[in-house]
């Protein structure tokens, strides 16, 4: 039998090969203290990925899957076999920054009441990219709905989701963090559970998170670890699809946790949101917005376009 790990690192792949290289360099200068498992979860990849990773990482544990499994299903697949105290689900198109696996093993080595950990997620250009949250309801769906969590990010109420009031610089509970880095006690996932495979993507870290805090375990944010996630590399080959995955995700989210009321007012909220954010892309094509003012607003045309009437189909509206 192989002795257990300090850490196991787990990545899913799907078509992200020079990214997920990079990631996978980005952990060796990391100059741990403590014995460290990589496994990557190959989701049917066809741009060489695989051959990469073992020609250029030989260390590196890969499980091949003959189809895409999805997010949920393929950490499932090497949480099961991880021989880790603790485990990092790290996203392929993530980017460790200095002592950030130090650090987050740190927290949970030095804080009994951190079941799980998140780092300060940074755009490619070192801007601050929100990755804490608190947990979404259907009061933060109407706020999102009518922009004002956008108009009035400092308050505490229109805020409240994505925490927007505070500067994101301090340690602290949080409802959530991106799945993005994400570590978390090995103990704790035996005790609640793996992430629920009903998740093909979007949202399974959101519900993790949720059944931790229903069991009394709290989720900590590390702002000294800094992590650059490029974000959205593999999901932006299949927009449409993965856009649709978004707010399926969220709707069982609120069905599984909340209850069937709540899943039936979000789903009408999600229907107003979308409606209301067709005139201002409208607007958008007379008005002289730049693209970063019309993602900020609304996303992209072609998710707009392309993917509300599908959308509405496939959810029953």
């Known amino acids: 039998m192989q002795p257990r790990s300090k850490l196991t690192i787990v990545i899913v792949n ?12 980005s952990i060796r200068p990391q100059d741990l203290p403590f014995t460290v498992e990589i496994i990557v979860v ?11 990773v073992k020609t250029q990482f030989p260390e590196v544990v ?3 899957n003959q189809t895409n499994l999805g997010f949920a299903k393929a950490n499932n697949q090497a949480i ?14 993530a980017v460790l920054l200095d002592d950030a696996l130090t ?5 949970l080595e030095e804080k009994a009441e951190v079941a799980a950990v998140g780092t300060k997620l940074l755009n490619g250009d070192h801007s601050l990219q929100l990755s804490a949250c608190g947990f979404p309801t259907v009061a933060t769906l109407v706020f999102e709905a009518l922009f004002l969590d956008r108009l009035f990010p400092r308050s505490r109420v229109f ?6 009031y505070w500067d994101h610089n301090d340690v602290r509970a949080v409802g959530y963090v991106a799945g993005a880095c994400l570590m978390v006690r090995g103990s704790v996932i035996a005790d609640i559970g793996p992430l629920d495979e009903g998740y093909f993507m979007y949202a399974e870290e959101m519900d993790w998170c949720y059944r931790m805090s229903q069991r009394g375990y ?3 944010y590390l702002p000294t670890a800094e992590v650059i996630h490029y974000g959205g590399q593999s999901s932006k080959i299949v927009r449409g699809e993965m856009f649709r995955h978004h707010l399926r995700s969220l709707l069982r989210f609120f069905a599984k946790n909340y209850g069937k009321p709540h899943a039936v007012a979000a789903r009408a909220v999600i229907l107003l949101n979308l409606l209301l954010r067709i005139p201002v892309l409208l607007a958008s094509f007379f008005l002289h917005f730049t693209d970063s003012e019309k993602r900020h607003l609304y996303g992209s045309r072609r998710d707009v376009f392309n993917f509300h ?4 189909r496939r959810l029953g509206f």
Do not use: H
């Not at 190959?42 to 990469?52: C, F, L, R």
């Not at 099961?80 to 198109?93: C, P, T, V, W």
């Not at 805020?159 to 927007?164: I, V």
């Open 14 to 25: 799907w078509n992200t090969r020079e990214l997920l290289l990079a990631c996978l360099r």
């Open 42 to 52: 190959d989701n049917a990849s066809t741009d060489q990925s695989v051959e990469a």
């Open 62 to 64: 890969v499980i091949c």
């Open 80 to 93: 099961k076999i991880a021989r880790g105290e603790y485990i990092l689900l790290l996203n392929s198109d």
């Open 103 to 107: 650090q987050m093993a740190g927290l």
């Open 159 to 164: 805020g409240q989701y994505y925490l927007t």
């Open 218 to 220: 709290r989720t900590f």
């Open 309 to 312: 009437i599908p959308f509405f």
